[in-house]
């Protein structure tokens, strides 16, 4: 299903193409591929974990938050870091601090001690995933190839998302849930190996300073939202937690939006990108993407296990069709893209995969897989095409000397998304004790994600380019 990544990495491992541009893509990808993989192998062990350890889906939305808050917080610093010490070293140093995260997660013997494990893995995954990404610009000067080289590394690191629920599924069953952490040891001693060996350092001699009040104040932003959005699904949005939570985010967004005016073009976002309608839009839609897609597959997760009693591993076969397709169109996508420019992909990825989370409103606790596979295959379909579309328009709209920059952003605006759109699926859906009110909330959370969809698509369509700049036109 995924021939095109599949064929490019034999041809990028053949003996004499260490450190060429295909080579370093590939590279590239494992790390991409590592952290994708460890959010689909941990949606498939929620409920797992929440027996193990006995927690709520308040404490499961932590374990899936407390990694996807670092690495929403830290992204646009460690692609500034990237900029500035060399963005290899900084994708190196992600890898190790990823590696002892995982394998502290799987030794963890506690909900408090996993959550803090798991932040300790969004930290290596946001000083990785940023620099993966500026590194493949770099390896790609042209906006042609480079909008094929993203299709790829979406496709590549998409072959996480049909393997994660597998994998996982199958760890689950028979190892328990600790072992969908440590997989992940050895394939980083593999990935640091590999990357030491072919990745060149790259670093711009004009790089911004940090930016640490931005840092901290975009940090704290995230966290009060999240758990206000949590802590309201607990007890209730009038409670005095959520309140203080809600207050403290409005605080931190006035000390964020002060901080980053007063530092001008050195800032963590810099006003001049966010004045850019094309930038501001690929954005702004990257993160809809992530809030949609994976609040929706947290409350998913849950659905296919706690309310229809599938195994783990079945449950993972479930959503194979669901995943399968972003690995097989996300270099279609690229290609696309690269042809056409990101506009008209984008908006048909949205809509298609909008239609499908429109048809999953529709199941219920006996709906069986006839009824479930429409609904992932055009939720699939549509985010392969969505993907490098709006990572493409991101990059193409800054300067190349940026590109670190840009790409943390995008992938900053995704991470903020998914992390919000957790908290607010899990809030929404209830415990799934409750099954009642719980489907009532899934449905729920399906159709608002088709809603969001649609409107992002006609974001697209009035602000996203047309056509990427360069020699794009001439592409084959």
């Known amino acids: 299903m995924a021939a095109a990544p599949v064929t490019l990495l034999r041809r990028a491992v053949r003996p004499g193409n260490s450190g060429s541009p295909r080579t370093v893509l590939v590279v590239m990808c ?83 001690v996993l959550v803090a494990a798991r932040v300790v893995q969004g930290v290596g995954a946001a000083l990785l995933l940023p620099g993966t990404l500026a590194i493949i610009g770099r390896a ?107 207050a403290v985010g409005v605080a931190a967004l006035a000390v964020l939006a002060a901080a980053e005016l007063r530092r001008g073009d050195d800032a963590m976002l810099p006003p001049t990108l966010l004045r850019r309608p094309a930038f501001a839009a690929a954005n702004t839609t990257a993160g809809i993407m992530n809030l949609c897609t994976l609040g929706t597959l947290f409350v998913l997760m849950l659905f296919l296990q706690s309310v229809q009693h599938r195994s783990a591993l079945l449950a993972g076969l479930t959503v194979v069709p669901l995943f399968a397709p972003l690995a097989v169109m996300a270099p279609v996508g690229g290609r696309i893209t690269s042809r056409f420019g990101p506009r008209l992909p984008a908006a048909a990825g949205l809509l298609v995969a909008a239609s499908g989370l429109a048809l999953l409103a529709r199941s219920g606790a006996h709906s069986g897989y006839a009824d479930l596979l429409p609904a992932f295959l055009l939720w699939g379909i549509g985010c392969g ?37 957790i908290a607010v699926a899990g809030a929404v859906a209830g415990q799934p004790g409750d099954q009642a009110r719980f489907l009532r909330g899934f449905h729920a959370v399906a159709l608002g994600s088709a809603c969001l969809y649609a409107a992002a698509a006609a974001l697209v369509l009035t602000l996203l380019p047309g056509a990427l700049t360069g020699t794009h036109r001439h592409a084959e």
């Open 385 to 421: 095409l969505l993907t490098p579309a709006v990572v493409a328009a991101a990059i193409a709209t800054v300067p190349a000397e940026r590109s670190g920059l840009a790409s943390a952003v995008n992938n900053t605006a995704r991470q903020t998304g998914g992390a919000i759109g």
């Open 140 to 246: 790609f000067p042209d906006d042609a190839a480079r909008a094929r080289a993203i299709g790829v590394w979406a496709g590549i690191g998409s072959l996480a998302l049909p393997a994660g629920p597998l994998v996982g599924g199958a760890l689950v069953d028979g190892l328990g849930w600790r072992a969908v952490f440590l997989i992940n040891v050895p394939v980083v001693a593999l990935a640091l190996l590999w990357s030491t060996a072919v990745v060149r350092e790259s670093r711009e001699d004009r790089a911004r300073p940090p930016d640490l009040p931005g840092m901290l104040s975009g940090g704290v932003l995230l966290l009060a939202t999240t758990y206000a959005f949590i802590e309201g699904g607990r007890s209730g949005a009038g409670s005095p937690q959520v309140l203080t939570a809600a």
């Open 30 to 112: 494992a790390g991409y591929f590592l952290v994708l993989l460890d959010v689909t192998v941990v949606n498939v062990a929620l409920p797992a974990i929440g027996s193990g350890l006995g927690t709520d889906v308040g404490g499961l939305q932590w374990v899936v938050d407390g990694y996807a808050l670092a690495l929403a917080s830290l992204m646009l610093t460690s692609g500034a870091a990237g900029d500035r010490y060399g963005h290899k070293r900084v994708v190196l140093t992600g890898l190790g601090v990823f590696g002892a995260g995982s394998l502290a997660c799987g030794l963890a013997q506690s909900v408090g």
